[in-house]
């Protein structure tokens, strides 16, 4: 007796290779369910095979240095150097050795709305994690690349986990150098090309924007939850109509010749 579309979907489910000998058998099925079916879960397998090769290659500086020995390499990212208002935000992370988070990747390339549950899976797993965060004063006052600088040497001292502060071994910097002793990495768009310094830009993105979701109910009218303090149409309209507040970048246009 022929299994039903609905059984056959549920041997489908449990297979895991495209090897998988019932393919060949669902293939010969008449039944269209049937065909529709095993093409679904055929497309669904080379998904996860796809993501996974994505991610092993987003692992080849972390495999390269555990090649090498080192034990804690720590990814650094920031987020915010645009901005009009707020600070600049870095974040330092450290991963499990050959740690693989489906769906991390740079934040700007992750959709808005898996940011939270990714940035919780990055948080679970994570062996240590730090934030560092420069106000708009001190952009203000050493410039926006010195601050980003500064907010990165912050959450690498920041680091905690375990329930102990971790010091890396290795530090995987996006498109930055460090004044720092750690032996370190800098790589152009490095949270597109490595799973720690994608896992730092993620944290970073999340615990920025939550920052400006609460100076939005601070400073209504700039619509800060909703830009970050980017020069949106919105925001340079509450400019306009309410001016400066506290938290703008005085060195930045247009606010500084509003001021």
């Known amino acids: 007796m022929a299994l039903t579309i609905k059984e056959i979907k549920q041997q489908l489910e449990d297979i895991n290779d495209l090897s998988n000998p019932l393919f060949a058998t ?13 093409e679904a879960r055929k497309k669904a397998i080379q998904a996860i095979l796809d993501e996974d090769q ?11 240095l555990y090649a090498q020995g080192y034990q804690a390499i720590a990814g650094i990212d920031e987020v915010g150097r645009g901005p009009l208002a707020g600070p600049v935000v870095a974040a330092c992370v450290i ?11 740079d934040s700007k390339k992750i959709p808005k709305s898996k940011h939270e549950t990714i940035y919780n899976q990055v948080v679970e797993q994570a062996l240590a994690i730090g934030i560092g965060l420069m106000t708009n004063e001190v952009i203000d006052e050493v410039n926006i690349y010195q601050a980003t600088k500064l907010a990165m040497q ?8 375990q329930g102990e502060v971790l010091k890396p071994d290795f ?12 032996p370190q990495k800098s790589i152009i768009k490095g949270d597109a090309n490595s799973l720690s310094i994608a896992a730092a830009s993620i944290v970073a993105k999340v615990t920025r924007d939550r920052l400006m979701a609460d100076y ?6 700039y619509d800060f939850a909703k830009n970050a303090g980017y ?29």
Do not use: W
């Open 95 to 105: 991963l499990p050795k050959n740690c693989k988070i489906t769906g991390l990747n």
């Open 26 to 38: 669902f293939d010969t099925d008449s039944r269209a369910g049937v065909k529709k079916a095993s």
């Open 154 to 161: 912050a959450a690498i001292n920041n680091l905690q986990g």
């Open 231 to 259: 020069g949106t149409k919105t925001h340079l309209e509450g400019l306009r109509n309410l001016g400066v507040t506290e938290i703008h970048r005085q060195t930045f246009e247009p606010v500084k010749s509003m001021l």
């Open 216 to 221: 939005d109910k601070a400073y209504p009218g």
């Open 171 to 182: 530090l995987l910097i996006d498109a930055m150098q460090l004044d720092n002793s750690i």
């Open 54 to 64: 994505r991610l092993e290659n987003m692992l080849r500086y972390e495999k390269a």
